[in-house]
């Protein structure tokens, strides 16, 4: 038997990562938790995001051009060490569109 507390939570999860590509990717269902781990990181149209990021776009409403741009910056980050690092909140809050891909 299954531990219903657990259930809740898949369930809960699942329904906001809907909401997310409600938001963000004209309402796709077309998406998946990477090795069906739920809660895990969140496959769709190529992006790939974590748990967290998902609540905190949803979180801070931000647009999906910041989400986007941030995914972009933060793929530039991998491969070019000397780039600073922002977290995301911050990101969207006081650094989005001053210089970064203009």
């Known amino acids: ?20 590509c409600n938001k963000y990717f004209d309402k796709t269902e077309n998406w998946r938790w990477t090795s069906g781990d739920i809660g895990g990181n969140f496959e769709i149209n190529d992006y790939f995001f974590g748990l967290d990021r998902i609540v905190e776009a ?7 051009e910041l989400l ?12 070019d060490k000397s780039l600073p690092r922002y977290n995301f909140k911050t990101w969207v809050k006081y650094y989005a569109g001053f210089g970064y891909g203009n």
């Open 1 to 20: 038997m299954k531990n219903k507390k657990l259930i809740a939570w898949q369930k809960a999860t699942n329904a906001l990562a809907q909401e997310f």
């Open 58 to 64: 949803i979180e801070i409403n931000c647009s999906y």
């Open 68 to 79: 986007i741009q941030f995914y972009d910056y933060e793929m530039d980050c991998l491969n």
